[in-house]
């Protein structure tokens, strides 16, 4: 089981700051590194020669306009789709590579919150989140119950949440059942598909602690795609900007922000980029940490 990720925030904090401070990054520390990567659809290039790392412990997000490849992107780190050159690591296996068993295996070491919730209609919100227990372990039911349980309370539902189906659920229980079920086998790894998209802004907050929260107790790495301003100011450590077909960036969102380069001009420029700038200004001022803040109201 991964209950060792989890007991071992410390190490990996430790991990996450040696990295940040720029310090030797061990093998251990590269969750994901991709190199070379081409993806084409016919004659459409998505990804040319696109290089990537995350590291362990860290909140890192993908943006990037519409089509610049993110879930494609993605779907090819979680093994539903296939480049067509180049080579992804994850968790230190080549998915190239893999064969069946690893790739269960793998399978079993990350969770995908995908951006509509992917909740089964016909199954209760506990059954839904005991689902993947049911597919890859043989615990008894009893067991699973109370884990299922365990992973609502861990994202903020109330117990009776478990009993209802995702058609009475709103947009951020929805959001939240779906996190408790990709966090059901304890995953080292997180990916999170638009986390806070479709949500108000009091929702899409409580999103973000969440988030953090899961990193700073369990050394998760989170890897993330959003639209969300807020969402990378609150807790990105790392931010991609995905562009024809390679990352033009990559750093803070206030070593971003600074940065020349058109797409990433683009991403900050226009009424949501302005918001950010103020983030920014004021973090500039106040000397604190830039994760406690949030812009004075959500880009619109
Ligand atoms: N199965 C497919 N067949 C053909 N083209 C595809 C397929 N999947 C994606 N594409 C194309 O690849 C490009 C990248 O798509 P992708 O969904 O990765 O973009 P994205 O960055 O996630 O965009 P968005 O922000 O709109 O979700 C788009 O032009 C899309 O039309
Ligand atoms: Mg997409």
Do not use: C
Not at 7 to 27: I, P
Not at 165 to 171: H, I, N, T, V
Not at 244 to 255: A, P
């Amino acid at each position: 089981m991964q209950i060792a990720a989890h007991t071992d925030a410390g190490h990996n904090k430790a991990s996450r700051e040696d990295t940040v401070l720029g310090n030797t990054l061990h093998d251990d520390d590269r969750v994901i590194e991709i190199s070379r990567l081409s993806t084409r659809f016919g004659e459409h290039v998505v990804h040319a020669g696109l290089d990537l790392e995350v590291r362990r412990a860290e909140i890192f997000a993908l943006v990037g306009g519409s089509g610049s490849g993110k879930s494609t992107l993605l779907r090819e780190m979680i093994l539903l789709q296939r480049p067509d050159s180049g080579s992804i690591r994850v968790l230190g296996v080549d998915l190239q590579t893999a064969g069946d068993d690893a790739a269960l295996a793998l399978r079993q070491r990350w969770g995908v919150m995908f951006q509509h919730g992917g909740l089964f209609g016909a199954l209760t919100v506990s059954e839904n989140v005991g689902l993947p227990l049911r597919e890859h372990t043989e615990l008894e039911d009893a067991l699973i119950d109370d884990i299922a349980a365990s992973k609502l309370a861990l994202t903020g539902l109330a117990p009776e949440v478990g009993a209802q189906y995702p058609s009475e659920l709103s947009g951020g229980m929805m959001k939240r059942a779906s996190l408790a079920r990709a966090l059901a086998l304890d995953p080292e790894l997180l990916f999170l598909d638009e986390p806070t998209a479709g949500l108000d802004p009091d929702s899409a907050g409580g999103v973000d602690e969440l988030v953090r929260r899961l990193r700073d107790l369990f050394g998760l790495t989170i890897v993330m795609i959003t639209h969300d301003l807020d969402l990378l100011w609150q807790v990105a450590d790392r931010v991609a900007v995905l562009a024809e077909g390679k990352v033009q960036g990559i750093g803070s969102m206030s070593e971003l922000a600074r940065m020349d380069h058109p797409a990433i001009r683009q991403f900050f420029d226009g009424p949501r980029g302005r918001a950010a700038q103020e983030q920014e200004a004021r973090q500039a001022d106040a000397h604190t940490d830039t994760k406690t803040e949030r812009p004075p109201s959500k880009p619109k």
